[in-house]
């Protein structure tokens, strides 16, 4: 059986405003009480004078670096200087929480996630019970999940996270029906999965019975698992070299991942550069690609051919080749033009 899986990175969010993972402190440090929760654990940790503790200077710094700092210091369970491990996870969720709220906080133009998840319906519709599509994401944001939970109501098509997830809203609204995941197939639902490698903005997990609650509209950081009375947390898992990927969900999650990509007859990459930080990510792939298989790939990103994007999306090219040779089809126009010209074709060819 044929199978198209589209697998998004950073890339595929920029053009709705979601930040690059450059740019999102810089955008977070406009709030002035984060930016001077966060200078307690910069003023520890980096060689800065007080007076440099700038929101320029701490703006430079990796995304990367900070959460591997975090990270480190949590896994190894000692104190640093001033800062106990209290302190450190403490830190950790309230970077994780600016972030989710900030992304939430974005709203722009969804013109070509609607195109592009419409078309993803209507292909899903076609293929009865086959499962001839997924989407695998690398990003946090929850745009696709927003579209799809407001366009699939009351709705033979349903999205599946491919893990055993619990409605936030269903706890305070026992009126609010919703299925979980695993479920959808036998409650006869056709199911579009999208599968979030790295977790979700609106995924909140308990550490006590370690459900995982999916919230449909913002929520504060103080709420409580309704059968544990325990604390929630975001369910993102951090961009660092030392990614966690222990718990039941995340690992399931995974699985979907490689049997999906190893399934696959053609892999569409959108807006993913292959970060270092990426590895695992890269192991899977390898895990699940044959070499001798003739899937075929394509790359989706943006060259501005007077900029030195070009520069960069030569880099790129050269990434991709170093993977998977020669064979590899790159579409230079961005995603938004992707899906006007060259998506129904790629979907009429599974």
Same mark, same amino acid.
């Given at each position: 059986?044929?199978?198209?899986?589209?697998?998004?990175?950073?890339?595929?969010?920029?053009?709705?405003?979601?930040?690059?993972?450059?740019?999102?402190?810089?955008?977070?440090?406009?709030?002035?009480?984060?930016?001077?929760?966060?200078?307690?654990?910069?003023?520890?940790?980096?060689?800065?004078?007080?007076?440099?503790?700038?929101?320029?200077?701490?703006?430079?710094?990796?995304?990367?670096?900070?959460?591997?700092?975090?990270?480190?210091?949590?896994?190894?369970?000692? $104190?640093? &200087?001033?800062? @106990?491990?209290?302190?450190? =996870? /403490?830190?950790?969720?309230?970077?994780?929480?600016? %972030?989710?709220?900030?992304?939430?906080?974005?709203?722009?133009?969804?013109?070509?996630?609607?195109?592009?998840?419409?078309?993803?319906?209507?292909?899903?519709?076609?293929?009865?019970?086959?499962?001839?599509?997924?989407?695998?994401?690398?990003?946090?944001?929850?745009?696709?999940?927003?579209?799809?939970?407001?366009?699939?109501?009351?709705?033979?098509?349903?999205?599946?996270?491919?893990?055993?997830?619990?409605?936030?809203?269903?706890?305070?609204?026992?009126?609010?029906?919703?299925?979980?995941?695993?479920?959808? $197939?036998? &409650?006869?639902? @056709?199911?579009?999965?999208? =599968? /979030?490698?790295?977790?979700?903005?609106?995924?909140? %997990?308990?550490?006590?019975?370690?459900?995982?609650?999916?919230?449909?509209?913002?929520?504060?950081?103080?709420?409580?698992?309704?059968?544990?009375?325990?604390?929630?947390?975001?369910?993102?898992?951090?961009?660092?070299?030392?990614?966690?990927?222990?718990?039941?969900?995340?690992?399931?999650?995974?699985?979907?991942?490689?049997?999906?990509?190893?399934?696959?007859?053609?892999?569409?990459?959108?807006?993913?550069?292959?970060?270092?930080?990426?590895?695992?990510?890269?192991?899977?792939?390898?895990?699940?690609?044959? $070499?001798?298989?003739?899937? @075929?790939?394509?790359?989706?990103?943006?060259?501005?051919?007077?900029?030195?994007?070009?520069?960069?999306?030569?880099?790129?090219?050269?990434?991709?080749?170093?993977?998977?040779?020669?064979?590899?089809?790159?579409?230079?126009?961005?995603?938004?033009?992707?899906?006007?010209?060259?998506?129904?074709?790629?979907?009429?060819?599974?």
């Amino acid at each position: 059986m044929s199978k198209i899986v589209y697998i998004l990175g950073a890339g595929f969010s920029i053009p709705y405003g979601i930040p690059a993972q450059k740019d999102i402190m810089k955008n977070c440090f406009d709030d002035e009480e984060f930016l001077k929760e966060m200078k307690k654990f910069y003023r520890e940790f980096y060689l800065f004078s007080s007076k440099k503790l700038t929101k320029p200077a701490l703006s430079k710094i990796p995304l990367e670096d900070v959460f591997s700092l975090l990270d480190k210091s949590i896994k190894s369970a000692h $104190k640093y &200087k001033q800062l @106990k491990v209290s302190d450190f =996870i /403490k830190i950790e969720n309230t970077l994780t929480n600016k %972030i989710a709220t900030y992304f939430e906080s974005i709203n722009e133009d969804n013109t070509y996630i609607k195109n592009f998840m419409d078309k993803l319906i209507d292909f899903r519709k076609s293929c009865g019970d086959n499962d001839k599509q997924s989407i695998i994401t690398l990003n946090w944001d929850n745009l696709i999940d927003k579209y799809l939970q407001t366009e699939l109501q009351d709705n033979e098509i349903a999205l599946d996270y491919c893990m055993f997830d619990y409605s936030f809203e269903q706890q305070y609204d026992n009126q609010i029906q919703h299925i979980p995941s695993t479920h959808l $197939k036998v &409650k006869g639902k @056709k199911n579009i999965k999208l =599968i /979030k490698v790295h977790g979700s903005i609106n995924w909140n %997990i308990c550490h006590s019975c370690h459900k995982v609650y999916i919230n449909t509209q913002p929520i504060s950081n103080d709420y409580l698992c309704k059968t544990c009375e325990v604390e929630l947390e975001k369910f993102m898992i951090s961009p660092t070299f030392m990614k966690e990927f222990q718990t039941n969900h995340i690992k399931n999650i995974w699985h979907n991942a490689f049997i999906d990509i190893s399934e696959a007859t053609h892999i569409v990459f959108v807006g993913y550069s292959f970060p270092l930080a990426d590895f695992e990510f890269k192991i899977l792939l390898s895990r699940a690609l044959k $070499k001798e298989s003739n899937i @075929k790939i394509t790359v989706v990103d943006y060259k501005d051919q007077e900029t030195k994007k070009s520069t960069v999306f030569k880099e790129l090219r050269e990434r991709y080749e170093s993977f998977f040779g020669s064979n590899v089809t790159f579409y230079d126009k961005g995603i938004q033009q992707y899906v006007e010209e060259q998506m129904d074709a790629d979907l009429n060819n599974i």
